[in-house]
C-alpha cells in the first residue's frame, strides 16, 4: 500500500508552511499526487452576504480592498507551493508525471468545496500550528475526521521526524484499525514500531485488545517487527502521552473519538490529551 494522492490543507496561516513541506516529504517518499487545497472564505459570496446583511450594496472601495487582499493571499500560497517545490525537487502544477503538486482553486463555501475535494483521496494534511491558532482549521480538522472520516496526518516539528519510530496505540477497537491500515506506508518507512495499551483505558467488552491480530496484520503487508508494551497503572490520558516521549517517537498512530463526542468533550479522553500535546511527534489520527 502506498499513498498516492495526498491533500494538503492551507488556511492563509504561518503553519501552511510546515503542512505544505510534510505534504511535500510524502509526495516525494510515495511519488504521489499533491493536492494543495486552500480552505479560504470565498470574497464574493462574503460581499453578497455582507451587503444582504446591511440592507445596501458595499462600496466599490470596500469591495475592491477585499478582493486584492485575497488576491495577496493567492499569490503569496503560490509562491510558497513553488519555492517548496523546488527544494524538494517536486513538479508544480496541474498535469502528467509524479510526483507533482497542484494548487486548487475552490469556489463557494470552503466546507462544501471541501467535502468535493476529498471525494478521492488518500490522506489529508493539516498542520499542527494551524490547528492551534486557527478556528477555520480546527473546523476542517472535525468535518475531514469526524464527517468525511478520512485519516489526518497532524504534522509536528520537521517532516524527518516521521523516519523515526512509530508508536501505535493499540485497543483493539475499530477506530485503531482503520488508523493502522491508513498508517500503513508510514508504519513500514518508520525506524521501528511499538504498539502500546493502557490498561485502565481498555474496553474489553468493545473490542478485543490482543496484540495479535496486530501484529501478524502488519507482518502480513511486510510493515516490519512490532514490539508491544502495556501501561499497568494510570489514566490513559497521560499515559499514551508519556510512552510517546519516553520512545521518542516521530509517529503516533491512534483512533480518534473512539467513545462518544460527548463523553470526549466532558470528560476528556486519550484523543484530547493527545492533541493537546502540541510539543509531541506528528499524528495519524483515523475516526
Not at 491508513?182 to 473490542?207: E, M, N, W
Amino acid at each position: 500500500m502506498s499513498y498516492r494522492v495526498l491533500t494538503a490543507l492551507t488556511f492563509g496561516h504561518a503553519g501552511d508552511a510546515q503542512a505544505l513541506a510534510f505534504a511535500a516529504r510524502l509526495g516525494v517518499d510515495q511519488k504521489a499526487q499533491i493536492e494543495v487545497f486552500p480552505y479560504l472564505p470565498d470574497p464574493a459570496l462574503d460581499l453578497v452576504s455582507y451587503g444582504m446583511l446591511l440592507g445596501t450594496t458595499l462600496p466599490a472601495e470596500t469591495a475592491k480592498a477585499v478582493l486584492a487582499s485575497q488576491q495577496a493571499t493567492w499569490k503569496h500560497l503560490e509562491s510558497l507551493c513553488r519555492n517548496i517545490c523546488t527544494e524538494a525537487d517536486l513538479i508544480f502544477g496541474s498535469g502528467e508525471g509524479r510526483p507533482r503538486m497542484a494548487l486548487s482553486r475552490p469556489v463557494g463555501r470552503p466546507e462544501t468545496a471541501l467535502s468535493h475535494a476529498l471525494a478521492l483521496t488518500d490522506l489529508v494534511i493539516i498542520s499542527q500550528l494551524s490547528l492551534t491558532d486557527s478556528a477555520a482549521a480546527r473546523e476542517a480538522f472535525a468535518q475531514v475526521l469526524l464527517q468525511q472520516r478520512l485519516p489526518v496526518l497532524l504534522c509536528r516539528g520537521e517532516p524527518t521526524n516521521l523516519e523515526g519510530q512509530v508508536m501505535i496505540a493499540w485497543d483493539g477497537s475499530a477506530e485503531a484499525g482503520r488508523a493502522v491500515k491508513q498508517a500503513l506506508p508510514l508504519i513500514a518507512s518508520g525506524a521501528g514500531t511499538v504498539a502500546v495499551q493502557c490498561r485502565q483505558g481498555l474496553d474489553k467488552l468493545a473490542a478485543d485488545p490482543s496484540f495479535k491480530p496486530l501484529i501478524d496484520y502488519l507482518q502480513a503487508h511486510g510493515a516490519g517487527e512490532v514490539r508491544s508494551e502495556v501501561i499497568e497503572a494510570g489514566p490513559e490520558t497521560l499515559g499514551l502521552v508519556q510512552a510517546a516521549k519516553r520512545l521518542n517517537a516521530g509517529l503516533l498512530v491512534s483512533g480518534a473519538y473512539g467513545h462518544t463526542r460527548i463523553r470526549e468533550t466532558l470528560f476528556g479522553g486519550a484523543t484530547r490529551a493527545m492533541l493537546d500535546d502540541v510539543a509531541g511527534p506528528s499524528l495519524l489520527l483515523s475516526h
